[in-house]
């Protein structure tokens, strides 16, 4: 757990203590309740493993299904209308800010083909995911790939792209600079 909130105040400089984590952040509390929640979801206890991540939606504004595998370090900043789907896999040290969704693209009609099929996306190590993407199907987004705000991704992402626009298209490689929010000094207003 150290660990993990460590990993949080490394990537947010808002984050001033391992405390002010666990009593204040979203992404936090719902990261918890989904280890509990997946528990009961591998031990075939669906119902009670939906009431759990029903509750952590109800406490965070955070929608993470049970079945979701999630890795180490995911840290969820901000959190709200952030959506995970059943089959999502994202791996370590992934970023992921508001109204993001990785989300499927199945049709509702003859849903009882599509359990068991992988419809969400993966997320490789060292993702970060901007506000408002749309991340949709299941598509492989590469280890340190950069999906930037508003971005919809419905095809695989190479790694260390960055993704931006509808549809998204890589604009570049990744580097440590990389602004989720797509905002640096050449946005400022020098008109005064």
């Known amino acids: 757990m150290s660990d993990f909130l ?8 808002a984050a001033k203590s391992k405390l002010s984590l666990i009593l204040t952040y979203p992404g936090v509390k719902a990261v918890f309740f ?11 206890f669906h ?4 009431i759990i991540s ?13 079945g979701a595998k999630i890795g180490k370090n995911l840290f969820i900043d901000h959190g709200m209308g952030v959506v995970i789907g059943e089959t999502s896999e994202i791996g370590n040290n992934v970023t992921i800010y508001h109204m993001a969704t990785l989300g499927g693209i ?14 969400h996306p993966t997320l490789n190590d060292c993702v970060v995911v901007g506000s408002g993407a749309q991340i949709l199907g299941p598509v492989i987004i590469g280890a340190n790939a950069k999906i930037g705000s508003n971005a919809v991704v419905t095809k695989d992402v190479p790694e260390n792209a960055v993704m931006v626009g509808i549809p998204a298209k ?8 990389f602004k989720p929010y797509a905002v640096d000094d050449s946005n400022k207003d020098t008109s005064s």
């Open 170 to 177: 890589n604009v570049g490689t990744a580097t440590e600079e």
């Open 106 to 119: 199945s049709p509702s009609i003859n849903s009882h083909n599509q359990r068991q099929v992988k419809r």
């Open 34 to 44: 989904h280890r509990i929640a997946n528990f009961f979801h591998l031990a075939k």
């Open 6 to 13: 460590q990993s949080i105040i490394d990537r947010d400089p």
């Open 47 to 50: 119902l009670i493993a939906r």
């Open 54 to 66: 029903q509750l952590s939606r109800f406490l965070t504004g955070i929608e993470i299904h049970p």
